[in-house]
């Protein structure tokens, strides 16, 4: 019996964190952009976005609050963090919340951010991540990949829109 329940808790744990995962945006696309490459990037000193939108390290800064965000529950700002006011996330904002219920915490080391591309009025950076994501049962899993960020930078974008959001997201876990 402690057997079945031990396996069913793992198979819970598992179906948790990769929810968890997929809540953070997995499997979306973007632009390409270059591999991830090693080398951390420290957090920004407030969670909200930050002002300097030129640089591919004030992108890297949005994806530090984000999670940042996350650890301190503040799921509507972190979920603001995505484009279009949280729809590029691909989930409503409930669900989007839901998804951390049984998180107890979630961490991120950041790759060197890529180059900023451009296309269409656009600018585009992929920063790579390594994910460790705890679950509420001590569970905890690992997940590597790259967020993309976007920004506008037409004549006539508001600052919103001249802001990095995260645009997409290919996370995978690690085996």
């Not at 079945?4 to 793992?10: I, L």
């Not at 490459?37 to 930050?50: K, L, M, N, Q, Y």
């Not at 080391?109 to 679950?135: D, F, K």
Request: net charge positive.
């Amino acid at each position: 019996m402690l057997g079945v329940v031990s396996s069913a808790g793992r198979e819970s744990r598992t179906v948790l964190l990769t929810f968890l995962v997929l809540a953070c945006g997995c499997q979306r696309s973007g632009p390409p952009a270059s591999p991830p490459r090693v080398g951390a990037t420290s957090a920004p000193s407030e969670s909200a976005a930050p002002v300097d939108n030129e640089s591919a390290e004030s992108a890297a800064n949005v994806v530090l609050a984000y999670y940042r965000d996350i650890n301190e529950r503040r799921y509507d700002q972190a979920y603001r963090l995505w484009a279009a006011d949280g729809a590029a996330s691909g989930k409503p904002l409930d669900t989007f919340r839901d998804g951390f219920e049984h998180t107890a915490s979630v961490s991120v080391e950041l790759g060197t951010p890529g180059r900023i591309e451009g296309a269409a009025g656009s600018r585009y950076v992929e920063i790579p991540v390594r994910i460790t994501a705890v679950a509420t049962d001590g569970g905890r899993q690992v997940f590597s990949g790259s967020y993309t960020l976007r920004r506008s930078v037409v004549d006539g974008a508001t600052a919103e829109q001249r802001a990095w959001r995260i645009h997409s997201a290919k996370v995978r876990r690690d085996s």
